[in-house]
């Protein structure tokens, strides 16, 4: 297994490296430049607009630009901002743990609740509870994210219980003691884990659901009953290990998806995460903040689908991977 991570790391490395070429170019194919939007004030001069563009490199050729936003990369300096003049790392360092905490507490909770949703409806199949969460859920697929968000915003706005916006009081935080801050904090996190628990459930317990179905009616699982093992041995024991195998490569692909998933919730809710820091340096055009949201991106992607491989080897040991 350590020789399958290394391998894989090693594998990474002209992974990352090609994404990066691919979405230099393709953001610096796009018309225009970081400044465009400044010419259009008459009180802002051509050579001042041509001093901004020496200043950041943009007047050099687009492999000079690449080769010097790439060595700064590997010393962790991944260029300054255009819309925000400040160093990117700075901002995504004050972004970065608002989007973590956020995302993560909103995937666990989506598994902690489809996983023994989706048992519990293949357990009883065709009975009152199931056709209750089939339902439930049918409808939460068909929802879009962007419709959820505005309907906890309706719901937030007209009952006054939860703020609709932001990540904590802007006015009185401050002068907040621990417990009133922490309760606070809860509060504003309320409807964007909320959405995103709602657009993300419905989906893992069907698939939860059809796969614990397949495996229950495999002869291994009759044999077990027949053996007289407990109900409960036969499903968490030896049928949920089987069942939850394709829900782990999933979890991969969701766990790498923790950025791009939460940014339309992030727009929507005005949440300062790195996802609306990611839409908003894509519509200025800042080239530096969006290389380096798409490495984060692109690193997480890796990282998560390796994690995935390994945690499958864990739960089935059928699984070997050959280095």
């Known amino acids: 297994m350590l020789k399958y991570i290394a391998k894989r790391a090693l594998q990474a490395v ?12 393709l953001i610096q194919a796009a018309p225009g430049d970081p400044f465009s939007e400044l010419s259009q004030n008459p009180q802002i001069s051509e050579q001042t607009l041509q001093d901004l563009r020496v200043r950041f490199g943009f007047d050099r050729p687009l492999v000079i630009q690449y080769l010097k936003w790439f060595w700064g990369m590997l010393r962790l300096d991944f260029g300054y901002s255009t819309s925000y003049h400040i160093p990117v790392i700075t901002l995504i360092g004050q972004r970065l743990f608002n989007t973590l905490y956020l995302a993560v507490i909103s995937l666990v909770l989506t598994w902690a609740i489809a996983i023994p949703i989706g048992i519990y409806s293949a357990r009883h199949q065709y009975q009152l509870g199931d056709r209750i969460f089939s339902v439930l859920t049918f409808i939460g697929m068909s929802l879009p994210t962007f419709f959820v968000a505005f309907l906890f915003i309706y719901v937030a706005s007209h009952t006054t219980w939860l703020p609709t916006g932001g990540v904590r009081d802007p006015i009185y935080f401050d002068m907040m003691s621990p417990l009133e801050k922490t309760w606070d904090l809860f509060r504003h996190l309320l409807i964007p884990i909320s959405v995103l628990v709602a657009s993300s459930v419905a989906g893992l317990v069907r698939l939860m659901r059809g796969n614990m179905l397949d495996v229950l009616k495999l002869p291994y699982v009759t044999t077990a009953r027949a053996k007289g093992l407990s109900e409960f041995k036969v499903i968490y024991k030896h049928a949920l290990r089987n069942a939850v195998n394709p829900m782990i490569t999933i979890f991969g692909y969701q766990l790498s998806g923790l950025l791009s998933g939460v940014a339309l919730t992030e727009a929507i809710l005005s949440w300062p995460g790195l996802g609306r820091l990611m839409l908003d340096a894509v519509l200025k055009q800042d080239v530096y903040l969006v290389m380096a949201t798409l490495v984060i991106s692109s ?7 390796l994690f995935a491989d390994i945690l499958l080897a864990v739960t089935d040991p059928r699984v070997r991977y050959q280095s």
């Open 14 to 25: 002209p992974l990352v490296i090609g994404i990066t070429i691919i979405s230099f170019i």
């Open 299 to 305: 690193c997480l992607l890796i990282i998560s689908n």
